[in-house]
């Protein structure tokens, strides 16, 4: 899964990156501490043109009475996300981006103490994670809403998690916003090895009342 991310960049940076058009009111940067109903940066794509947007970080169904009437939905699993009601209308017609600088994932001791670790991109200073996102309004009250998109872990991050987020190639992000026809699924699949580097970080960041950017700085050498 993934649960708690950073985002570094300025937004001007993240819409020169992605050839997108910043809107306004977005999420403050830097953060080193995204949680789920956070407001969160996305780019979507609209007749064409890519839009760098905020959304609240958790998928609303339309069935839902409020925003609290059910889980938290903050993922989507690839494996199932074309078949689950919730999900499978935006993943044909509302596919995004969501950047992120980097991710935490936790491990346990025997103990049971959980230990955080930082995952980012090897080389770059953005990684763009699949996502969906749908709007959801209710008796005057109405978000627009995000999920990250999850998969099966490989490589060295399957050391830490049995999921990651699914993260795409600059050469993909076409076809996933839909700028390039049908044929998106099979992007739905784990970052190459190598792609990622992983390290311990302190475990101040396991409050989501954390802040600052000593949250992602090393505790210990990459695995």
Not at 74 to 97: Q, S, V, W
Not at 139 to 164: D, F, L, N, P, Q
């Amino acid at each position: 899964m993934c649960g708690r991310f950073a985002v570094t960049l300025p937004d001007d940076a993240m819409a020169k990156i992605f050839e997108a058009m910043p809107g306004n009111d977005l999420p403050h940067v830097p953060n080193y501490n995204v949680c789920p109903t956070n407001d969160v940066h996305v780019i979507r794509s609209e007749d064409g043109t890519r839009l760098l947007v905020s959304m609240r970080w958790g998928f609303i169904p339309q069935w839902y009475k409020a925003p609290n009437d059910g889980p938290l939905l903050i993922n989507a699993r690839a494996e199932t996300i074309a078949e689950k009601p919730a999900f499978r209308a935006a993943c044909r017609e509302r596919r995004c981006l969501i950047p992120a600088s980097g991710f935490y994932e936790w491990t346990k001791t025997e103990e049971g103490k959980r230990l955080p670790w930082y995952i980012a991109p090897a080389e770059g200073e953005v990684l763009a994670m699949a996502g969906i996102w749908q709007d959801w309004e209710r008796e005057g009250e109405a978000y627009r809403t995000c999920a990250i998109v999850t998969t099966g872990a490989s490589g060295e991050m399957a050391k830490v998690h049995h999921r990651m987020p699914v993260i795409l190639q600059q050469k993909d992000w076409g076809l996933w916003l839909g700028e390039e026809g049908r044929g998106a699924a099979p992007l739905m699949k784990a970052a190459p090895e190598g792609s990622l580097r992983l390290h311990r970080v302190d475990p101040r960041v396991n409050s989501n009342r954390a802040e600052g950017p000593e949250l992602i700085e090393p505790l210990i050498e990459p695995i």
